[in-house]
């Protein structure tokens, strides 16, 4: 029985999480039809404009959310377990940057470690996930978004959070975004980075040290559907909308497949703090990063991936 619970949770969260945003926007035009709670949702909508910069300062954690026995039997589903290094120390007087790969359909790692229990690794920081702006204008799914501590990943947003003077956050953002889903295969490890240098510059311009962050089994949650022509309609969604489009396809076609998931802190690139970094910085640092995630996988594939001689750190 706890494992079917467990299941229904983690296909609840995939869900709700994945096309919560069309849910809303759905429910909110239907609403706009029915007299008596049109006007509901009008002051609800006034008031999403009001509290529109919450995302941009720091969220709206709240606790207990946090700690939700949802998310505890998510997690349990993918057996997920949240490892950094017993050598590496994080100040708690300094913010950080924890830069995650891949991101998968959706990124359970990054979830799992980010909402519930990443305490008991960094009990002395407050931890923010970051997701896209848009998901801040959706009724009702904002605020599942920010009482998780979710923030927006706009610039303005992540600076506030890791210019804190006192210390103590901890930003985490998929490099790879909504982009990479489309290569998210089981077995397959191809990651968007080449080109991806704002959360290097961000850096540089906070002085935050930079955190490889990897979730291994994250590829194998989903296999995806495709079909010819479904690029162009990806493409489409992509440009309009900034989502990633995808056919995920896993246990009974709409269940996350039960494996495990394991996410790695990478030990911190220290940065000196630049205001205004030049080119030659920004890729110095890049360079260092990107050495840093690729020795991080080769260091650990051998215990969490099935056919680690056969599999292969892709950049793209």
């Known amino acids: 029985m706890t494992q079917l619970f467990e299941l229904i949770a983690a296909t609840l969260w995939f869900w709700t999480f994945s096309i919560g945003f069309l849910v809303s926007i759905i429910s909110s035009v239907t609403i706009l039809f029915c007299p008596t709670l049109r006007w509901v949702l009008l ?36 057996s997920h377990k949240l490892i950094s290094n017993e050598n590496d120390e994080f100040d708690p007087k300094k913010n950080y940057l924890f830069a995650c ?12 470690s980010f909402v519930d229990g990443f305490r008991s690794s960094f009990p002395k920081h407050e931890a923010y996930t970051t997701v896209l702006n848009i998901q801040f204008w959706m009724p009702v799914i904002r605020e599942l978004f920010l009482s998780i501590g979710a923030v927006s990943v706009s610039g303005p947003s992540i600076k506030y959070l890791l210019s804190n ?6 930003v985490s953002i998929l490099i790879g975004g909504a982009d990479e889903s489309k290569y998210s295969k089981p077995g397959k490890y191809k990651i968007i980075l080449n080109k991806r240098k704002g959360f290097v510059k961000m850096a540089l311009q906070t002085g935050a040290p930079l955190v490889p962050v990897f979730s291994f089994g994250e590829t194998d949650v989903f296999d995806q559907v495709d079909f010819p022509g479904f690029g162009c309609i990806r493409d489409l969604v992509k440009n309009t909308l900034q989502v990633g489009l995808v056919i995920p396809k896993g246990k009974f076609f709409i269940c996350p497949q039960r494996v495990p998931v394991v996410t790695v802190v990478g030990s911190p690139i220290n940065v000196t703090k630049t205001a205004n970094p030049t080119n030659e910085q920004i890729d110095e640092l890049h360079r260092q990063f990107v050495d840093g995630i690729k020795t991080l996988f080769d260091q650990y594939k051998h215990r969490y991936v099935k056919n680690p001689d056969k599999t292969v750190l892709e950049i793209v």
């Open 43 to 78: 002051a609800y909508l006034l008031w999403i404009w009001y509290d529109r910069k919450t995302s941009e300062r720091g969220g709206r954690p709240i606790p207990w959310v946090r700690t939700f026995l949802w998310w505890r039997l998510m997690k349990n589903y993918f």
């Open 101 to 112: 790969y891949p991101h998968g359909m959706l990124p359970v790692g990054t979830f799992a």
């Open 165 to 170: 003077e006192k210390g103590g956050n901890i």
